[in-house]
């Protein structure tokens, strides 16, 4: 069974760093995509980045430059660097797993097969 856990949320300040972490325990699966998503209050659930298992990488436009998806070599954890942060990135910020069997639309939150319980992110002065 998988299970995903993650870590590293908190309240900074604009233009301040978090490191967001995503363990995934029970994942054993050589063909995935580990991904970050985010939810603000009245809005729905967004794409952030996303890492796949031959190491492609893919970014929302609104996060390019500031933020850097990463993984362990081991493939059970999930690392989310947040720089220059604004108070629009505040959210619940979700780390999801997808197991594909084809094709995928990284960007769907409908393709993530497991999810963690989410983090919250304050961005505010």
């Known amino acids: 069974q998988v299970h995903l856990v993650e870590s590293g949320g908190g309240l900074v300040q604009p233009g301040g760093s978090l490191r967001l972490s995503c363990e995934a325990s029970?994942?054993?699966?050589?063909?995935?995509?580990m991904g970050w998503f985010r939810q603000a209050p009245g809005k729905e659930r967004e794409f952030v980045a996303a890492i796949t298992w031959t190491g492609g990488i893919y970014y929302a436009d609104s996060v390019k430059g500031r933020f850097t998806i990463s993984r362990h070599s081991a493939k059970t954890t999930s690392y989310l660097q947040m720089n220059s942060l604004k108070p629009e990135d505040t959210a619940v910020y979700y780390c999801?797993?997808?197991?594909?069997?084809?094709?995928?639309?990284?960007?769907?939150?409908?393709?993530?097969?497991?999810w963690g319980q989410g983090t919250q992110v304050t961005v505010s002065s």
């Open positions: 029970g994942h054993t699966f050589s063909r995935y995509v």
């Open positions: 999801s797993l997808a197991v594909p069997n084809g094709a995928v639309i990284i960007t769907s939150s409908r393709n993530y097969d497991y």
